[in-house]
């Protein structure tokens, strides 16, 4: 068996910093600021893609509690928030992201008529990035 690395980005939906202006809450971006996750998962399990993405929905919403709960923000947004795959996906977003490609092998990829086609940018930096894959390919 072997553990793959998934990543979830875990996101607020707009309508709970809606709600936390609504209630006049202010500077919480500690608390509902997207949460990028690792988790390594294996190749042979009986667990498929949906037992992960709930385990991980579910393990946000603990974290959360563990994390803020009893702060006067926390309990203003959220109150008594079931630790349910309901409350999750009424508040957030969960994206599942698999073996991830690296930038460098993406590059590699690419064709030359791909490379030659890009078009300037008027950012010095990432012109510059355009100049050299084009030397590369």
Same mark, same amino acid.
Request: net charge negative; glycine share 6%.
């Given at each position: 068996?072997?553990l793959?690395?998934?990543?979830y !980005?875990i996101?607020?939906k707009?309508?709970?910093p809606?709600? $936390?202006?609504a209630l006049?809450?202010? %500077?919480i971006?500690?608390?509902v600021?997207?949460?990028?996750?690792?988790?390594g998962? &294996?190749?042979?399990?009986?667990w498929?893609r949906? %037992?992960?993405?709930?385990?991980m *929905?579910? !393990?946000?919403l603990?974290? !959360?509690?563990?994390?803020?709960?009893?702060q006067? /923000?926390?309990?203003?947004?959220?109150?008594?928030?079931?630790l349910?795959?309901?409350? !999750?996906?009424?508040?957030?977003l969960? /994206?599942?992201f698999?073996f991830?490609? &690296?930038?460098?092998?993406?590059?590699?990829a690419?064709? &030359?008529? $791909?490379?030659q $086609?890009?078009r300037?940018?008027g950012?010095?930096?990432?012109?510059?990035?355009?100049?050299?894959?084009r030397q590369? *390919?």
């Amino acid at each position: 068996m072997m553990l793959h690395e998934a990543f979830y !980005l875990i996101r607020p939906k707009p309508t709970v910093p809606a709600r $936390a202006a609504a209630l006049g809450l202010r %500077d919480i971006e500690w608390l509902v600021e997207p949460q990028l996750w690792r988790k390594g998962e &294996p190749d042979r399990s009986s667990w498929n893609r949906e %037992d992960h993405l709930v385990q991980m *929905k579910l !393990l946000f919403l603990a974290w !959360l509690g563990s994390e803020y709960g009893g702060q006067p /923000e926390y309990e203003q947004l959220f109150g008594a928030l079931p630790l349910s795959v309901e409350s !999750l996906d009424q508040g957030w977003l969960v /994206e599942r992201f698999y073996f991830p490609e &690296p930038v460098s092998e993406i590059e590699k990829a690419l064709s &030359p008529e $791909a490379v030659q $086609a890009l078009r300037e940018t008027g950012h010095p930096n990432v012109d510059g990035w355009i100049s050299e894959l084009r030397q590369r *390919k």
